[in-house]
């Protein structure tokens, strides 16, 4: 059955992970975990000090060119009957740095920055001075089993 | 540090839920857990039993306009030195069905749904008779924090 907007915001928000879909301008999906932090219909989530494939992250090349993008939470179980996730599509952009001369001061990096650390004490002896990303949330859609 | 390609394979294969991004002709990424089997370079998933929120599955519709699709299996820890994730990139395609005259004579098919069985006793009592799809994974990428 579907789970109404509130049902999913809250069952998001306080997942330990998420998985980013990007898409690139020719439409090749490209999947990653992420830490996550929730305000509302925003997400965010950093490029943190977590060692990284590469440095220039597709992720990121793909926001630049298609700021579409799919975030999902779920949790499997063997017992079918208890299995649930939950969607949140929206648009993301990295947040201005204000080193960077950010319009808003840096303000709104500063908020998803406190965000993060609030939810996870791993950031609390991490480096979070990489890029930030926000997605404003258009759609939440979830299911359960039964 | 990067996982080689057999290291994905096997972390990959013996995962009990993946997540699989399709994307539409427009770039717009769509996510949705995925139970499955590999078999090689093939990833095989049934739009099983299991309740959907509609039956004209978006995930399928997306396979028809564009295959690329990707597949993540990750494992959280609240310990991130425990952090690693597989993706396996690739072309999807529905698998012929024989009732619809498949080229094969349905083999194909017969022979996804055998490995799906053979992994989810889950699949025993439950009908599989909708729609098997088929992934070519063209390359395989892996990641672990230390």
């Known amino acids: 059955m579907n789970l109404n907007e509130a049902e999913c915001r809250s069952a998001f928000a306080v997942a330990r992970v998420a998985r980013l879909a990007t898409a690139d301008a020719d ?23 977590k060692p990284k494939r590469s440095t220039a992250l597709k992720r990121l090349r793909n926001i630049e060119q298609n700021p579409a ?3 999902l939470v779920d ?5 079918w009957a208890r299995l649930w996730w939950v969607r949140a599509d929206g648009r993301a952009r990295t947040l201005p740095d204000p080193q960077a001369g950010a319009d808003d001061g840096g303000s709104g990096r500063e ?15 991490m ?19 039964a």
């Open 27 to 49: 439409a090749q999906p490209h999947l990653v975990p992420v830490t996550f932090a929730v305000d509302g219909n925003h997400v965010f989530f950093a490029v943190d000090a």
């Open 69 to 71: 993008v799919s975030l």
């Open 75 to 79: 949790e499997y179980d063997e017992e």
């Open 111 to 125: 908020f998803a920055i406190g965000r993060l650390r609030a939810k996870y004490p791993q950031y609390a002896d």
């Open 127 to 145: 480096d979070l001075a990489g890029p930030v990303v926000e997605i404003e949330v258009t759609r939440w859609s979830g299911w359960r089993f």
